[in-house]
């Protein structure tokens, strides 16, 4: 493994809180480090075992601060690779506070974002690909958001890369050889360069072909409901959510702000925003009109946007103008309040958010629209890191790919697939630096 960066402070004992500063039923404290296993030994009562629970008080000097379980994980046999010790007191922040301060007092540090995990990966314990699953598993927002992360975590995406990986490195092997020994070693043909950089950019292209769904599943979507005072867009929200959440009127003008809840369709966590009604109207006041000026960039962030008319009246001017705002957008048209008189418009979802007509038709249409088809499916999901990587690995494949048709010697042909393979490496990790580092680990909690 390669990896170009160096921590000044990574053989420091290391503690944190594993769980939330909070009430609860336990709480977990988390130390790494060569000298977790005496940190422990000052401050709990009895002698602590390896791969034992160990049952006994926290004390300070003659003071019992709390009743716990102790837990030793002796290096590499733990989830850093170092010796861990796991505290787990009773869920009480003054509790947990305490404790965290004893072990400092001891000679621990404050853990950093994520530098448990950052300490798993430094010690080989796992790829760069699966701490990155983690993070995505702990902040998973539907079932299938999670699979897709365990899936990752349990080695799908660093299998795949591997794969593809050993195809490129063996060819550049067999082209080194030949470079270096030309009266020993017999030239590799341009078919069997070609065979093997063509295995590797099918199997990119498909993982790239997949990349739209995947960030998708991780990050969620927004959805705008857009539309004229009163055409219903307050109430479809709340019957996309079932339950009440924005105020229903016959008044113009009602909902003066946006207003975001979360929702899940088919696996996918939807942000649903209710706009304000969009009107031109000298007689609006200020906040109306701040209102609509935030609809208008609602809009323009929104990912998909339900286009409200009302169905007994039929599309009228003022609406063709707002959906003119989203023109460039993804957007369904939607007929509102069938449950009063049926739209014949067939290029239009007719709905009835009162009997729930057509609303969970209107969910399928969504998730149709922001989901790619004719796909193969993956089991693991890329991130947008990992994605840029993999678009830089195929650039070197094709440019590797021309030199063979354009006749270019081997020995520069081989610095496009070593290029390749460097950009592979990123994702795993086997090449990385302190940059990516640190910009992947922040996003972590302290205690992970």
């Known amino acids: 493994m390669i990896i170009f960066t160096i921590m000044s402070n990574f053989f420091d004992t290391i503690c944190a809180n594993a769980t939330p500063l909070s009430v609860g039923g336990i709480g977990i ?6 000298n977790s296993l005496e940190i422990i030994k000052k401050l709990f009562n009895k002698k602590v075992y390896e791969n034992k629970i160990n049952h ?4 300070s000097g003659e003071e019992k601060v709390d009743e716990v379980i102790v837990l030793y994980f002796k290096s590499p046999k733990s989830y850093t690779g170092e010796d861990v010790i796991e505290i787990q007191t009773h869920g009480n922040p003054v509790l947990i506070k305490k404790i965290l301060s004893l072990v400092m007092k001891e000679g621990a540090r404050q853990a950093q974002r994520g530098e448990f995990t950052k300490r798993a990966f430094l010690n080989h314990k796992i790829d760069l690909s699966k701490a990155e699953a983690i993070l995505d598993l702990i902040n998973s927002k539907t079932n299938k958001a999670a699979k897709y992360s365990a899936s990752n975590l349990a080695g799908a995406l660093s299998v795949e890369i591997d794969n593809i990986r050993e195809k490129i490195l063996e060819i550049l092997s067999k082209i080194t050889a030949w470079v270096d020994f030309p009266e020993d070693v017999k030239e590799v043909s341009d078919d069997e360069i070609k065979d093997a950089l063509n295995y590797a950019k099918t199997k990119i292209e ?25 055409v219903g867009k307050s109430s479809l929200f709340n019957a996309l959510l079932n339950l009440d959440r924005a105020i229903v009127t016959d008044i113009a003008g009602t909902t ?12 996918i966590i939807a942000t649903l925003i209710d706009t304000a009604g969009i009107r031109e109207d000298k007689n609006i006041d200020k906040v109306e009109s701040i209102g609509i000026n935030n609809s208008k960039s609602t809009i323009d962030e929104a990912n998909i946007v339900l286009l409200l008319y009302d169905g007994t009246v039929g599309i009228t001017k003022e609406d063709r103008e707002i959906f003119d705002l989203a023109k460039d957008k993804t957007s369904i048209l939607i007929s509102t309040k069938a449950d009063i008189k049926e739209s014949s418009d ?5 709905i009835s958010s009162k009997t729930g007509k057509n609303i969970e038709k209107l969910k399928q249409i969504i998730y149709e629209k922001v989901i790619l088809k004719d796909i193969d499916e993956v089991e693991f999901t890329t991130n947008q890191r990992q994605q840029e990587s993999l678009k830089n690995a195929l650039l ?3 440019y590797a790919l ?4 354009n006749k270019t010697p081997k020995d520069l042909i081989s610095i496009d697939i070593k290029s390749s393979l460097i950009s592979l490496g990123e994702i795993t990790g086997e090449v990385i630096n302190d940059e990516i580092l640190d910009n992947i680990f922040s996003k972590f909690c302290i205690g992970k």
Do not use: C, Q
Request: proline letters at 2%.
């Open 56 to 59: 006994g008080w926290i004390i």
């Open 346 to 350: 067939i290029n239009s979802l007719s």
């Open 206 to 230: 498909r993982v790239l072909k997949n990349a739209s769904n995947h960030n998708i599943f991780r990050e969620g979507i927004k959805i705008a409901v857009v539309g004229r005072p009163n």
């Open 29 to 34: 404290i988390r130390i790494s480090g060569e």
């Open 402 to 405: 021309s030199g063979i048709e």
């Open 256 to 267: 003066r702000d946006t207003i975001a809840e979360s929702i899940e369709i088919e696996g």
């Open 396 to 398: 070197y494949i094709n």
